[in-house]
């Protein structure tokens, strides 16, 4: 039986995390909770898995869960502080950070130094903190384990190959929504154009970010942290089926692919429960349903987001902070209707010549850095 705490339990990811648990109760025991504003939810889930800790962000919803709970011997928590007491929680034994943002760069850091497995699917930690996440988790013999479907699908091709060398990885991608237009088309595209994902069913910013490849250029740079590869072996392929996951090409010239449905509870589950494959319910390949599968280079002028954040991350120190924060906010504006689709890229653009540059920055440096974005953005796109 191993023991699960969830940060993010109600969205995208983690609602998939706990049908897992769910489907596996004599595996998997949830210990703690960490939502954002869904109390509704989160008081739900609470009364299913039982967990001992719970935590909302504001401490007015916190008192809110605290009277709909009373009946429960839960403790409920609010804040960073709360987010911090349920990564460092002594009973549990996995960290699932399904959190979106910055935020999840410091209850990861606190799981690992409380010697907690991390189940990461929480990108932004490794993009802006990677050059301090992946020694600690070295020095405190903690594993981080991919929940992104491409990572865990590169992690799943290296099982029983350890030892030999990769020659590259390859990063497949559906191509987004708007696969095949130009930089003309996108002009005047809406919100729920761009939230129209042709495969994959998933959270609201996260969508966006697969349409303009700011997604996968994050991808590229939380492979190289994770798998210790330079970024320029690190290649993306659009694979527009979203049947192939992600590659990895050895030195002898094989590749080995990963594939199978797009759904996000398999990668959850082999992070928490592998390499055991066990029973999994869902839709299984028809390949002969499927027909092809076929493979083109990205746009990478039209989808600007992928060469963007592959020189962020050339440049290092704290400039792939920098391109994660000026996204992120720049995103928020794109929903709210604030700015147009191509905007997203302009405001990258700006926040990477803007701010001051940091060879290698402190978790202190990387919440500065993020926050001087946002004082650029909210001068200069005031919402």
Same mark, same amino acid.
């Given at each position: 039986m191993k023991t699960i705490a969830i940060l993010g339990s109600t969205g995208s990811i983690g609602t998939q995390t706990l049908e897992v648990v769910r489907a596996n109760p004599d595996r998997l025991r949830v210990a703690a909770l960490a939502a954002g504003r869904n109390i509704t939810l989160l008081e739900a889930q609470i009364r299913e898995f039982a967990p001992s800790l719970a935590a909302v962000w504001a401490e007015e919803d916190a008192e809110k869960l605290r009277e709909r709970t009373a009946d429960l011997k839960v403790k409920i928590v609010s804040g960073m502080e709360g987010l911090l007491e349920v990564a460092r929680l002594p009973e549990s034994e996995i960290l699932v950070t399904a959190i979106v943002g910055m935020i999840g760069i410091r209850p990861t850091v606190a799981a690992i130094e409380a010697g907690k497995d991390i189940a990461l699917a929480n990108k932004e930690t490794l993009v802006t903190a990677g050059h301090l996440i992946m020694p600690l988790a070295k020095e405190k013999n903690v594993k981080i384990l991919p929940v992104d479907s491409e990572h865990s699908a590169i992690y799943q091709c290296l099982n029983g190959e350890r030892g030999n060398k990769i020659a590259r990885i390859w990063l497949t991608a559906s191509g987004g929504p708007f696969r095949g237009k130009k930089r003309e088309d996108l002009a005047g595209? &809406?919100?729920?154009?761009?939230?129209? &994902?042709?495969?994959?069913? !998933?959270?609201?910013? #996260? /969508?966006?970010?697969?349409?303009?490849?700011?997604?996968?250029?994050?991808?590229? !740079?939380?492979?190289s942290h994770l798998f210790g590869v330079p970024q320029e072996?690190?290649? =993306?392929?659009? $694979?527009? $089926?979203?049947?192939? &996951?992600? !590659? =990895?090409? @050895?030195?002898?010239?094989? =590749? #080995?692919?990963?594939l199978g449905t797009p759904d996000m509870k398999l990668p959850i589950q082999y992070a928490l429960l592998g390499p055991e494959r066990l029973p999994l319910a869902g839709s299984r390949l028809d390949f002969a349903a499927i027909g092809s599968i076929t493979f083109e280079e990205p746009d990478t002028e039209t989808f600007a987001g992928l060469a963007m954040a592959r020189e962020a991350f050339a440049a290092g120190g704290n400039m792939p902070t920098v391109f994660n924060a000026a996204n992120e906010y720049a995103v928020a504006l794109f929903l709210d209707g604030k700015i147009p689709f191509l905007a997203i890229y302009d405001i990258i653009a700006a926040c990477m010549e803007k701010i001051g @540059? #940091?060879?290698?920055?402190?978790?202190? $440096?990387?919440?500065? /850095?993020?926050?001087?974005?946002?004082? @650029? #953005?909210?001068?200069n796109w005031p919402r």
């Open positions: 595209v &809406h919100v729920e154009d761009a939230l129209n &994902h042709p495969n994959w069913k !998933m959270g609201r910013k #996260i /969508t966006i970010d697969s349409a303009t490849l700011v997604n996968k250029g994050l991808e590229v !740079m939380e492979a072996k690190v290649r =993306v392929i659009v $694979q527009p $089926q979203s049947v192939i &996951h992600s !590659m =990895v090409e @050895y030195e002898d010239g094989a =590749v #080995i692919a990963q @540059y #940091i060879p290698a920055p402190s978790v202190e $440096q990387i919440l500065e /850095t993020e926050e001087a974005v946002r004082g @650029y #953005i909210a001068e």
